[in-house]
């Protein structure tokens, strides 16, 4: 298998520490015949944490939102020595695999593209995590504009930390990057990191490597330029590297009709940021009026299963 620019230039030698793919196992199948119809529907898949098999309400109200926005929503749990999980409030899950938790997301949306290869027939593939809270603001607007994108490949934000890259939280690849080569390689070549960082050096960044390489098409909804110049600031490089969107203009990209907050920027607050007024933010942007509540519950789902370090 060909090295990345990443293994070229960052590791030399390879990959970091890694383990080979675990399968994930089918809970509740896709049904007869939404197997048949694959052609015809967008999935969206939704990688969640849940050690001891419950999920945390945040994460159902996002599958919820999914749903109601036209999706076929497949859950992917990573347990840790859970074979299946609870499945109160997942009515609205088409499809539900649990996979014991090693590689973070990418693993786990690798193993479910192994376990259902099928999915790369489907009309498009939107792939989300349990590491934003939301939907905000007009959430059937932005998707509406994402399905009407003539684009290959569509994410909602970009960064320039380490290189140029799109962020991993949310992305869709349509039916035309699916059935390319290069994209299911990709896929098929996701082994199961250690560590996390590896995983964002690898395939994070990896990601629209491999989309240029494919010649794809591509779109970033909130691009980070853009927002610097809303702001009135300049496109300084090493300002711009120095950047984490989702964290340093959180407030700024809500404002402008992005959906989610980061639970990471809540939970632990890397970067030192003011979060005096995150509740009034996203109050103000909330049409459901329950996020603050479900934000509060999240948190405190992360204190219960995860240490900070481990948080995405």
């Keep these: 298998r060909a090295q990345s620019w990443l293994s070229q230039h960052l590791y030399p030698k390879g990959y970091g520490e890694h383990h080979s793919l675990l399968p994930a196992h089918i809970q509740r199948p896709l049904s007869a015949e939404l197997q048949s119809t694959i052609s015809l529907h967008r999935f969206a898949l939704l990688c969640t944490y849940s050690p001891k098999g419950h999920l945390s309400p945040a994460t159902l109200h996002h599958l919820r939102a999914l749903h109601q ?32 938790n090693s590689g973070f997301d990418f693993a786990q949306w690798a193993a479910t593209l192994t376990a259902l290869p099928e999915l790369f027939n489907a009309q498009s593939l939107l792939f989300t995590n349990d590491s934003v809270i939301g939907p905000l603001g007009d959430y059937p607007s932005l998707i509406q504009r994402i399905r009407e994108s003539k684009h290959d490949f569509l994410a909602l934000s970009d960064s320039y930390q380490i290189k140029y890259h799109t962020q991993s939280y949310f992305f869709v690849l349509n039916a035309s990057a699916l059935q390319n080569p290069k994209v299911q390689a990709f896929w098929r070549s996701v082994e199961a990191l250690k560590h996390k960082e590896d995983v964002i050096l690898h395939y994070e960044l990896g990601l629209l490597e491999m989309v240029e390489s494919a010649k794809l098409s591509r779109q970033v909804m909130f691009p980070l330029r853009d927002l610097i110049s809303s702001l009135g600031a300049t496109h300084d490089p090493a300002q711009l590297s120095r950047i984490n969107p989702t964290h340093h203009l959180w407030r700024s990209l809500i404002e402008q009709g992005f959906p989610f907050i980061k639970a990471q920027l809540l939970f632990e607050n890397p970067y030192q940021l003011d979060l005096s007024d995150w509740e009034g933010v996203m109050q103000a942007h909330d049409p459901s009026h329950t996020l603050v509540d479900l934000a509060h519950a999240h948190l405190k789902y992360l204190a219960r299963t995860r240490l900070k370090e481990d948080s995405r």
């Design 69 to 100: 926005n036209g999706y076929k929503v497949i859950l992917c749990a990573a347990t840790e020595g859970v074979q299946e999980i609870n499945v109160a409030g997942l009515e609205h899950a088409c499809a539900v695999l649990v996979r014991q």
